[in-house]
């Protein structure tokens, strides 16, 4: 009997093989790539696997200083409406999905430690986009408020499906944010 594991689920995929793997065309499978930390050769698109003591799964670049942490358990990323949304509000602050890094903590790859996070992004802002602050043993910092620390400053705000049933939570977020993005 023939037994072929399949998949197109991009976080199994990271899981089950250490080489390159593209795209075929119209597949939606993205575009992934394993990397050992400090080597400087990157993915031209959507994924990142970085390999080493302590694993992380994320999408962009991490050398500009810029995080997005979210949490979507039925997702890579973002649902494909949070995506469109996320896109659109960094496409208005000169950022697209290219120079900055975005980390599912639902991926089981990526440890929920926040010491971790710091030392392997090294990153200046980091939003947290539905991301109770606890959770990752930080102190409580209200929604669209910031925490400033000695190497980076924290934006806590809604998840984008919060942000999207209330327009209030939406406008909150999008006057911090510019601030926060442009500071």
Do not use: C
């Not at 899981?15 to 390159?20: F, G, I, V, W």
């Not at 075929?24 to 400087?40: F, R």
């Not at 050398?63 to 960094?90: H, M």
């Not at 942000?163 to 406008?171: C, G, L, P, R």
């Amino acid at each position: 009997m023939d037994k072929n594991l399949t998949t197109d689920n991009p976080i199994a995929i990271q899981a089950l093989m250490s080489e390159t793997v593209f795209a075929i065309p119209g597949s939606v499978m993205p575009i992934v790539e394993t990397q050992t930390v400090g080597s400087q050769h990157t993915s031209p698109q959507q994924g990142h696997f970085e390999a080493s003591a302590e694993e992380f799964v994320y999408q962009g670049d991490k050398s500009t200083g810029v995080l997005f942490i979210l949490r979507y358990p039925d997702y890579p990323y973002f649902s494909p409406q949070a995506e469109e949304a996320f896109l659109k509000t960094i496409g208005a602050l000169q950022l697209n999905a290219d120079n900055v890094a975005v980390l599912n903590l639902a991926n089981p790859h990526n440890p929920n430690e926040w010491k971790q996070i710091m030392q392997f992004f090294q990153p200046k802002k980091i939003t947290l986009l539905g991301v109770e602050p606890t959770s990752l043993k930080l102190p409580e910092i209200g929604h669209n408020s910031y925490m400033r620390g000695k190497i980076a400053t924290v934006f806590n705000t809604f998840s984008f499906e919060e942000m999207f049933a209330d327009v209030q939570k939406k406008k909150l977020f999008w006057n911090e944010f510019k601030t926060f993005i442009q500071s």
